[in-house]
């Protein structure tokens, strides 16, 4: 397989087999070992405080938190030296979030979001992520950082 | 008012009209300055990864982001002269996440879950609170660390 | 006094009258409201593990710390309405750290370092600041994250 | 060679050779899988704000940095199935901070400080560790959060 269509049909997957992203909303826009994004459009089930009319705070961790996961998963993917579908479905099952810090900038208002990141630490065991969100006006809302165990 | 009736209507306003919390099923199960608690039952749609059948990290986050902003709440109305409902409001509006650390330590595998909070930090502008997710078995899930603005 | 006044005597101030500043070689080299830089010579004291040659975390987490607190300062400082020695002192006493989050990308080795930062959430009670070490060949030894009280 | 001297060779390497350790006055005082505490003494270079008379909070990061990192070794060593020097060399090269969370929670004040450590994960790649530090009167200063690699 071509690496673009490995990405491809990663991204469709998590696109539409991942309950808790289609719950939100979370898609996946742009996904390569430079810079990923997830997009989501604002919907009223996503407030957190109902008379400030804002998003929840996990909903912005949310979005960071798989913007950077698929960073790392495209940056393992990259350096794997065969594209089969058992050692791509292996790479995948080792990523898991260590941890996440999100800074909360400003409230999650707008009508649709983008959460983008990129590695900033690239390791065979472990990357690191560095990850944004704005909404549509190109508001800066939050920041993120995410430790990813990749291998 | 009396405190114990203030937190109870801010525990049932929090529990039923806050949509993203109700999306989630969480649930304010204790409140007060000592500590608080959120509980929230497993459903399929909670889940991130559908091969390992676990909770989507921003699931954990969103549950340790509530117990933490309520433990911090909580903080806030036992230090204030007078309890009236304008003054409650005022106060609560204040509150909103600045930073949050998750520490992912288990899969999020369970029946029920269970995110505790307490504070470490009290202050009158920012509190801090730590907060813990265990699965009904006492399985430890999940560590987080909280920044609130509170005045 | 004029503004560009003030930053540079808090500078001289706290480049010369800060004891673990000055033990560790850092200085401050710019200092505003856009952006500040610390900087210091490697020294063999700074040493973390002696086999590797490699700086203690301590010390670049110290660096960056201090980065973060002057940017964080010269954001106070841009809001003073005036700025008479009493406000300034009032305003510079009331700067402390919540949190910091250090991310080590690379092996602390070069011959000189420098720690740079801007604001990310700029507020009349809490500033938020992200910063970045190089060293004298441009190679990126770490991010930072943190959360000051200003107000 | 038997664990317990395995762990006493380290501490003493480590309290005798780190520069930077023995520039602060860091001291090993407890090293093992379970806890792990490092103490010092109140020393003048340590301040950071004069007036206040407070630790660097440089000073308390590189405290709570060098507990994490001992116990996330001690745990290390517990799993080796041999305990040759060339093993436990090889193990102790391996680790290193990924990522820090320090909060400061009081102005870090007393005559002696202790920083006590423990593992909340422990895996063969990745251990995480939180850390406290206290003062001789037993008021908390700060809390930590460390992300090492150890494998």
Known sequence: MKKEDVLQ??????????????????????????????????????IGNPVQKILHGGVTASALDLAGGIVA???????LPDLTPEIIQQSINKIGTIDLRTDYLRPGRGERF??????????????????????????HIAFGTGTYMVG
Chains 1, 2, 3, 4 share one sequence.
Do not use: C, Y
């Open 9 to 46: 049909q990663i991204s469709d997957t998590w696109n539409n087999n991942m309950p808790f992203n289609k719950l939100l909303g979370l898609e996946i826009t742009r996904f390569n070992a430079e810079k990923s994004e997830v997009s989501f459009a604002w919907q009223d089930k996503l």
């Open 114 to 139: 983008f959460a983008t990141a990129h590695i900033i630490r690239s390791g065979s065991k472990v990357a690191v992520a560095r990850m944004e969100m704005h909404n549509e006006l190109g508001e």
């Open 73 to 79: 998963a495209a940056n393992i993917i990259e350096k």
